[in-house]
């Protein structure tokens, strides 16, 4: 293989991925979600591999940018977001301040923040064709780890056995709709990955419920670290009360409360420190966030921020004003875990440990599924990400998508809960 770093060609490949009926406050998950996988070429005959979300929004705006990218090199990756910026145009489904993301349940959605995620996918294909051609991890490219393996968090959801009518892909964990169902979750995902801090996704149920399945898990978990998080369905008093009753138990609580006004307003009646993934998920929102003291924590995901380097970017500005730093995780494959894992081993101020959705995905794009061991990830060391593509495996995951009928293609919780209660519709916020 050749040192020339060139673009010659991008290939963008759709996916469907099996994903278990996992509950949250918008509604379930659907039986199979949309990923995409993105592979940059370049004139050297290497190939970097790169993954965000695949539904069809994104997939307007990767499109363009995928035709402007042969000519350039893969080590220009800060040049990515004025491309970016030129070439993907507006998203017709970014549709003003209301409009939150019905899957990701990322607060307010804009087309600066779509692009944004579909940057994020190309940079981490630049980043691991740079790598693999300089035979350095991209960890390397970053500056350099600073641990050797990054702590991940079980990732607790209330959860069906199945998706209605036996739709998707079975699994065995059974269904989980109480408190003793959450611990018997968490006893396996310790068991099994050896993961010594819980999140409970909650707003699912009433909130004394969910108080309960926390409360169970203190008692089940001692003085291991718990976290709950409703996305925003309570109201300041909700958010207050729960916070008096788990004060004690809580690591943190994420997105009590819908807004940085509310999550202000939360944050100043509580001493549990409040952590986002919705209220401040780009620079933008940092300032007025910060000013107001709405969030001790701030969830990274570089696929939200707009890729590695934005994540470091990130990580400095929360060290300044003395905010921690943990990582938020949506429904996402081996690839983006190699991603989350190369940079949060670069970033001094890693205060928690990541949250991943991965233990909950059966199927993936890669050889050699990544193992978590005492509830850690080791650092790869190997050029570039450290995975490879299995070409079967994508084949087999873009067949599907290109099968379905267009009714997975878009991710819709809410959509999803129709099919098994039809009058469902995305709940109010506040909900409690
Ligand atoms: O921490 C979070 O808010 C999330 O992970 C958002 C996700 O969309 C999660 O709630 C989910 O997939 O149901
Ligand atoms: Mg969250």
């Not at 009360?241 to 409360?257: H, I, S």
Request: glycine residues 10%.
């Amino acid at each position: 293989m050749g040192q020339d770093l060139t673009v010659t060609e991008v290939r963008l490949t759709p996916i469907l991925v099996a994903d278990p009926p996992l509950l949250n406050t918008q509604g379930v998950h659907q039986p199979y979600t949309p990923r995409l996988i993105v592979e940059v070429v370049t004139a050297g005959g290497v190939t970097g591999v790169g993954e965000t979300y695949g539904d069809t929004k994104y997939l307007d705006l990767a499109a363009p940018l995928a035709d402007a990218l042969p000519g350039r090199a893969v080590s220009d990756v800060n040049a990515l977001h004025r491309l970016a910026e030129r070439v993907c145009g507006d998203s017709p489904e970014a549709t003003g301040a209301d409009a939150v993301d019905v899957g990701g349940l990322r607060g307010v959605q804009t087309t600066d923040k779509l692009r944004l995620s579909v940057v994020s996918g190309f940079e981490v294909a630049c980043l691991d064709a740079l790598g693999k051609t300089l035979g350095l991890p991209v960890h390397a490219l970053l500056g350099g780890k600073v641990r050797d393996a990054v702590d991940y968090s079980a990732y607790l959801f209330y959860r069906w056995a199945r998706h209605p009518g036996g739709a998707g892909e079975p699994d065995d964990w059974g269904a989980a709709l109480d408190p003793a169902g959450i611990v018997a979750q968490a006893r396996r995902f310790a068991r099994e990955y050896g993961f010594t801090s819980f999140k409970l996704k909650g707003g699912v149920f009433e909130p004394e419920q969910e108080i309960a399945a926390v409360r169970a898990l203190a008692a089940a978990f001692p003085g291991q670290h718990l976290r709950l998080d409703p996305n925003g369905a309570w109201s300041v008093e909700t958010s207050l009360k729960v916070a008096k009753e788990l004060g004690g138990v809580l690591q943190y609580l994420e997105d009590p409360a819908s807004g940085t006004a509310r999550m202000a307003e939360v944050a100043a009646g509580t001493d549990v420190p409040l952590a986002t993934n919705m209220c401040v998920t780009t620079f933008a929102e940092i300032p007025e966030a910060f000013a107001r003291g709405a969030v001790q924590v701030v969830l990274s995901d570089h696929h939200y921020w707009g890729g590695l380097q934005a994540t470091r970017e990130l990580a400095a500005v929360c060290r300044t004003f003395g905010v921690a730093l943990s990582m938020h995780s949506n429904t996402h494959l081996g690839i983006s875990l190699a991603a989350m894992t190369h940079v949060a081993a670069v970033v001094p101020n890693l205060d928690h440990a990541c949250d991943s959705h991965y233990p909950w995905q059966t199927e993936d794009v890669i050889t050699e599924r990544l193992t978590f061991r005492d509830g850690r990830l080791a650092v790869s060391d190997l050029p570039g990400l450290g995975v490879e593509l299995d070409r079967d495996r994508l084949a087999r995951l873009h067949r599907r998508w290109l099968d379905d009928d267009g009714s997975m293609r878009d991710r819709d919780d809410a959509a999803a809960m129709r099919v098994a209660e039809p009058g469902w519709t995305t709940p109010p916020v506040p909900r409690w």
